[in-house]
């Protein structure tokens, strides 16, 4: 495995395999890795079907308002570079902010409203960061095919649309949730939870449990769903909804109806930790 930190370099290494026909494929992360992000380098073998692999590990600065966990967010270096290895990772980018953000910058990416609702309220300034930074990242790395996790559905929905909208060329897949025993769904956030909030943290692949069972019962009006699911979270002591919602994929509205667009998504905090965790119909 290569380590590469310098985004002209990484380009250049991506030109050369372009030129050589070798497909990429690419992976990006903020490290501190776990089997959830060990998955998607699995998904792009098999779905991408790419000879060359490029994970990149950056803590964006750009998607964390001030009051957010920028400073704290788990940085783990070591682990992180022999996880990549063994998971067969050509090549490491592990570019510094400095080079992302050269001090004279003033473009950035937004996709319209679709970055202001769900998780866009309480973190306004977020999707804009996440759209600013994998524009960058697709330019520099330049990969055929890249992954990105159903755990972060809405970011996944925006990437989509800006890749379509800005006409850019890698294929986009989708992977699937990887979780925790007891259904909680991986995250390197979960580390900041008490042993009690860890505890209680399944109340939200629960929740969305019985919302798919309700489905399956025939029941498609969505706010009967929401408030089933609210209530079960509400009977968990140390849980604080954020939101709670059901949208269509394509555009991040909300449905009245279930249809077979529809995501599930909701976000629940434990404390100062906030949790993420949803199904697509
Ligand atoms: P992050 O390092 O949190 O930015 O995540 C990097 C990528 O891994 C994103 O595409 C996430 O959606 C994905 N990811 C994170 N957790 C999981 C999980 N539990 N299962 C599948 N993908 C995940």
């Excluded at 080079?99 to 996709?111: L, Q, S």
């Excluded at 949208?247 to 930790?273: C, H, P, Q, R």
């Amino acid at each position: 495995m290569i380590v590469i930190t310098s985004p002209k370099e990484m380009n250049a290494w991506s030109q050369t395999m372009r030129v050589k026909k070798e497909r990429i494929g690419f992976v990006p992360t903020m490290g501190c890795l776990h089997a959830g992000h060990l998955s998607l380098v699995d998904v792009l073998r098999k779905q991408g079907k790419c000879g060359q692999v490029v994970m990149s590990i950056f803590v964006n600065p750009l998607q964390f308002a001030p009051n957010e966990d920028f400073d704290k967010y788990p940085r783990t270096w070591d682990h992180d570079k022999k996880l990549a290895e063994g998971a067969g990772i050509d090549v490491l980018f592990y570019p510094t902010a400095a080079d992302m953000y050269p001090a004279n910058a003033k473009t950035f990416v937004e996709v319209g409203d679709m970055g202001k609702v769900m998780c866009g309220i309480t973190r306004p300034s977020h999707f804009r960061g996440v759209t600013s930074v994998v524009a960058k990242l697709l330019n520099i790395v330049a990969p055929h095919v890249t992954v990105f996790g159903q755990k972060d559905a809405q970011q996944f929905f925006i990437i989509r649309r800006m890749v379509h909208d800005l006409m850019m060329e890698t294929e986009l897949i989708m992977a699937p949730i990887i979780r925790e025993k007891d259904g909680l769904a991986m995250s390197s956030r979960n580390m900041y939870l008490s042993a009690d909030e860890r505890d209680q943290a399944v109340c939200l692949s629960e929740s969305l449990e019985m919302a798919r069972k309700m489905i399956s019962g025939g029941e498609k009006n969505t706010g009967v769903i929401i408030q089933k699911m609210h209530d079960h979270i509400q009977s968990h002591p140390l849980a604080k909804i954020d939101y709670i919602t059901i949208v269509d994929t394509e555009t991040l509205d909300e449905l009245t109806n279930i249809n077979s667009n529809a995501l599930i998504a909701l976000a629940i905090y434990f404390g100062k930790t906030r949790l993420i965790d949803n199904i697509i119909l």
